[in-house]
Nanobody, 127 residues
Framework: QVQLVESGGGLVQPGGSLRLSCVAS????????IGWFRRAPGKGREGVSC????????YVEDSVKGRFTITRDNAKNTAYLEMNDLKPEDTGTYYC????????????????????WGQGTQVTVSS
């Protein structure tokens, strides 16, 4: 069985920061590309960021570029999304997903089927 668990969400004021974590259990994170996605209320799923298994490729969407950073620590079986200068439009449920052999780049990075998904963590940016 494979399981991903996100944590670190919460309520933050505009301009604030949060660090999301994605922990893998019952599988080895080092063999998987990790993606971060979000879903705003009433909206569809949006890809946010991606990091390959060895971290030699990373990608962030233009809407969060310069504010969000994706990292991973394979020894801890954990991936992270550091979010800075948060805006109200960043509000939503954030999910991590794992996929074997997927590349991270500007074209079709978040498309298709991913092997595993976490349950999501809520991020609310509001005054």
């Amino acid at each position: 069985q494979v399981q991903l668990v996100e944590s670190g969400g919460g309520l933050v004021q505009p301009g604030g920061s949060l660090r999301l974590s994605c922990v893998a259990s019952e599988w080895t994170l080092e063999h998987y590309t990790i993606g971060w996605f979000r879903r705003a209320p009433g909206k569809g799923r949006e890809g946010v960021s991606c990091i390959t298994s060895n971290a030699r490729q990373t990608y962030v969407e233009d809407s969060v570029k310069g504010r969000f950073t994706i990292t991973r620590d394979n020894a801890k079986n954990t991936a992270y999304l550091e979010m800075n200068d948060l805006k109200p439009e960043d509000t939503g449920t954030y999910y991590c997903a794992g996929d074997r052999g997927r590349l991270c780049g500007p074209h079709s990075t978040f498309s298709g089927s991913w092997d595993s998904w976490g349950q999501g963590t809520q991020v609310t940016v509001s005054s």
